[in-house]
Every structure is written in structure tokens, then in C-alpha cells.
């Protein structure tokens, strides 16, 4: 076991693979519907994310690393809520997870296809679906070093934004348009209210902010393959959060310098926006590229946990009993969860409607898989008491309540907000789904296990019995014979 832990993942690879799994394509292209809902008050929702992923991270890891047995996230809402909840939670995340990776390869197909007009979409998701699901069965440890690279590129082409972001703030690098040269005059975000929308905007981009930060939980699932997990996980967390806020406010604070946010439109990407305006044409097509990057960075980090979460429930029963694993990389979740997302994207090119209406429930599963993680968290410290090493949520019981009461307000603002509210409808569809078929797999286990009760325990226990004494019996026998022929002779 201590030979295993010395070759896990270290705090660097949880890191690199926490950050390819969140800064993805709803930081280069869907943070433009956040800024245009918030304003220049997008800066709060991107701190107020922060803290909220910080708690839940660490509530997550704290409760993997002291009850390391739970398997996952859905192990711990069984743990506090029973069964049906660990069902309904793991089969959730699971599910959005699967329609918001094929909806990514499909984006993948879009962007090839702005090069390419002629090659088909299908051929290109499928390829690419088929590609991230090989990689994932090569295990952690090789998926990590790509991850790495991938999620490197990204981080790259972040800070030299921001670099070039601060130069033409700075003046020292001017803007060039078919006009002449575009100086920078002032800050952008004075030439409009700060609170553009009022609260309902600044509450509209929190939940477009929380699905950017999305996919930071691979870390919990990925936990037990860390390297002296209650060492390495907490630095993992402190690298994540401080990487992330770092990155994504003074991105952003940079650009509400640059631009107004009047002038971003809710298709195009932010940073193009901003270099497009300053004469730099030549951002769109690097970006692009990039964005293709960070949507398979993305895939790679989703699929690890997307396999982790199906053996989980596989052991528990809860999921078709051919998708059991005992190796260390699970192989059969893997493949299973790659052909779900191969039907997803058929399903999106053959009934789009249908399909559009399912992927909205992407971010709702995500917001309801962190509910219970902070919900469980609560029940857990209750029961346990507080850890006594450094991997512990400091200021409970008040910040567990306070980020679950965040989760559950950003749920209840979907139907206000423009976009969300079939989102809601299909994620509440999902969860009565999965809510039903709990209750029937609980009657089929009882059917089944009242049809061996009342056959095989009773009648292999008389049959044991009976086998005892007829051993018995035998031994008597013998002896009694021999005692016999003893006295006969």
C-alpha cells in the first residue's frame, strides 16, 4: 500500500488536472453571457466563486481523506441520506457530465469545421469521444502528463493575455486599425454602472461564473490515487483556488480596462473581443486553436472522473453489475461512459430540440452534486467530530451553511435568468428519473432477495445441519464399529 501511494499523484498533477478540468470553454467563450448579464460587477461573482469552490473543495477532500472507504462524493450522500441519495447524486452528475462532454465534442466539430467547411461533424466528434476514452485507459499517472501539457497551453495563453492586456494599459504597445493607431485612453468600466443588470444580473452571472468554475471536483474523486492524500491534497486545494482566482479576476479586471462590456457580444469571446478592438485580427484564429485545447484538456479530466463515479456505483449495486472493476484504472466505466457520450452527440445531430433542452441541465446537476456535497459535509462533521489534522473546513458550522445556502439560491434564480429556466425543468426531470428508477431497483433487490430468503439461506442451512449430524452419525457409527471388532478380537 505505501509502495502504491509513493507512485500516486502528487499535489502538482492534482493540481494540473483540476485546472484542464475547469478552464475550459465556459472561460474563453461563456464567460462573454456573465459580463454582459453582471457589468463591471462581474469581478464580485468571480471572488464570491472562488471562496464557494475553496469551501466546497475542501469539505470534499476532507471528507475523502478521513473516510477514504466512501469511494466518491456519492458515497458520502449515501453515508448521510441513505442509499437513494447516493444513487440520485452519483446518476446526476454523471448524466450532466455525459451531455456536457458530448455538447463540447460537438463545439470541438464546429470550430474544425471553420477550417475544414467539408469534413463532417460526426466523423470529427466521434473521433474525438473515441480519442479522449482511449487515452483515459492508459491510466492516471500517463493521462496526467498530458493533462499537464494541455492544461499548460491554457495557463500559457492566460497570462499572455493579461501580459499584453497590461502593456496596452500601460501604453507601452499601441492598437493599429484600418483607422490608425488605437491609444488607450482610460478605464473602460467608468463609462458604465457598476451594477449593469442590478442583482438580478450580478445573480445571472453567479451561475454562469459557478459552471465556469465547473470540474474542480475530479480532485475529490481523484484523491484516493494521490500520493499521501491528507499531505497532497490540501496543497492541491490552496494551488487550485489561488491559480484559478488568480487567473480568472485579474483576466477579467484587465478587460473591464479595455472594453465596456456593452460591446462584448454573448458569441464571441471576451479576449478576442478586446484585442479585436485594438487591431490585433490575428486573435481570433489563435484562440480558436486554443479553445480547442482547453474544451480536450476538459474531456480528458471529465472522462477520469466520469469512470471513477461509475465503478463506485457499480460496487454499490447501483449500477448493471458488467460494469464491476476491481483493476486500478476502471476500464469498463471508462468505455461505458465513452459510448454514452458517442450517443449523446448522435442523439444532438439527429433531434436537436431535445437534445438542447437535456444539455441545460448541465449546470443544475453540477450546482445540485455541490449542494450535497456541502449538505453531506454538515452530517458528517456531526457524526465524526473535527478532524484533528490540518485537512478540516475551518469555520463550521457557518461556511458549510453559508455555501449551501448559495447553492440553493443560484438553483432557485434559474427561472429568472435568461436560458436557465429549461435548464431547471429538464434537471428536475432527471432527478425524478433517477428518483423512480431507485425506487424500482430497490423492489426488484426485494423480489429477488425475498425469492433467496425463502429458498437458498434456509434450505443450505437445514442441509448443512443435516450433514453435521449425519457426519456425526457416521463418526458414532465408526466408532462403535471398531470399538466392536476391538472386542470381538
Not at 468600466?189 to 452571472?205: C, D, H, I, T, V
Not at 434564480?413 to 425506487?439: E, V
Request: charged share 15%; glycine share 10%; aromatic share 10%.
Amino acid at each position: 500500500m505505501e509502495e502504491k501511494r509513493e507512485k500516486g499523484l502528487s499535489a502538482s498533477q492534482l493540481t494540473m488536472m483540476a485546472i484542464g478540468s475547469v478552464i475550459g470553454g465556459s472561460f474563453f467563450l461563456g464567460s462573454s453571457v456573465a459580463i454582459h448579464s453582471a457589468g463591471p460587477s462581474i469581478i464580485i461573482s468571480y471572488i464570491l466563486g472562488g471562496i464557494l469552490v475553496y469551501f466546497i473543495l475542501f469539505a470534499l477532500s476532507e471528507m475523502t481523506a478521513n473516510n477514504p472507504g466512501a469511494g466518491s462524493f456519492k458515497g458520502f450522500a449515501a453515508a448521510a441520506y441513505g442509499q437513494g441519495a447516493g444513487f440520485i447524486t452519483g446518476w446526476v452528475y454523471w448524466t450532466g457530465m455525459i451531455l456536457a462532454m458530448s455538447s463540447e465534442a460537438t463545439a470541438i466539430s464546429i470550430l474544425v469545421k471553420n477550417w475544414f467547411p467539408n469534413i463532417s461533424t460526426t466523423i470529427v466528434g466521434t473521433s474525438i469521444i473515441v480519442g479522449v476514452t482511449l487515452v483515459n485507459l492508459l491510466g492516471a499517472s500517463r493521462l496526467s502528463k498530458l493533462e499537464s501539457s494541455l492544461a499548460g497551453v491554457k495557463l500559457i495563453t492566460i497570462v499572455a493575455f493579461i501580459l499584453m492586456a497590461l502593456l496596452l494599459i500601460l501604453g507601452l504597445i499601441k492598437g493599429t486599425t484600418t483607422g490608425g493607431t488605437v491609444n488607450y485612453t482610460r478605464p473602460a468600466f467608468l463609462s458604465e454602472p457598476f451594477f449593469a443588470n442590478g442583482f438580478r444580473g450580478l445573480a445571472g452571472s453567479m451561475l454562469i461564473i459557478m459552471f465556469a468554475y465547473a470540474g474542480f471536483e475530479v480532485v475529490g474523486l481523484a484523491a484516493s490515487e494521490a500520493r499521501q492524500p491528507k499531505v497532497t491534497v490540501p496543497k492541491a486545494i490552496r494551488k487550485i483556488v489561488v491559480l484559478l482566482l488568480s487567473l480568472y479576476i485579474i483576466s477579467v479586471g484587465v478587460l473591464l480596462f479595455l472594453i465596456p462590456t456593452n460591446d462584448i457580444r454573448e458569441d464571441t469571446s471576451p479576449m478576442v473581443a478586446v484585442l479585436n478592438r485594438f487591431g490585433f485580427g490575428w486573435a481570433g484564429t489563435v484562440l480558436n486553436i486554443v479553445l480547442i485545447t482547453a474544451i480536450l484538456s476538459t474531456m480528458l479530466a471529465s472522462m477520469f472522473g466520469l469512470g471513477r463515479m461509475i465503478r463506485s456505483l457499480a460496487d454499490e449495486g447501483q449500477a448493471p453489475g458488467f460494469l464491476k472493476d476491481k483493476k486500478e484504472v476502471p476500464y469498463k466505466g471508462i468505455v461505458f461512459s465513452g459510448i454514452c457520450m458517442l450517443l449523446g452527440l448522435f442523439i444532438g445531430l439527429l433531434l436537436p430540440q431535445v437534445y438542447l433542452f437535456l444539455i441545460s441541465a448541465g449546470g443544475f446537476s453540477s450546482l445540485f452534486t455541490y449542494a450535497m456535497i456541502m449538505a453531506s459535509h454538515i452530517h458528517f462533521r456531526k457524526k465524526h467530530g473535527k478532524p484533528e489534522d490540518k485537512l478540516r473546513l475551518a469555520g463550521f458550522p457557518y461556511s458549510s451553511l453559508f455555501v449551501l445556502l448559495c447553492l440553493i439560491a443560484a438553483i432557485a434564480c434559474m427561472p429568472f435568468i435568461k436560458g436557465q429556466g429549461d435548464g431547471l425543468i429538464a434537471g428536475l426531470a432527471i432527478l425524478g428519473f433517477y428518483g423512480i428508477s431507485y425506487f424500482f431497483m430497490k423492489l426488484f433487490q426485494k423480489a429477488r432477495g425475498e425469492k433467496k430468503s425463502s429458498y437458498r439461506p434456509e434450505q443450505r442451512f437445514q442441509y448443512e445441519i443435516s450433514k453435521e449430524l449425519s457426519e456425526t452419525d457416521k463418526e458414532s457409527d465408526n466408532s462403535a464399529n471398531k470399538n466392536k471388532k476391538r472386542e470381538d478380537s
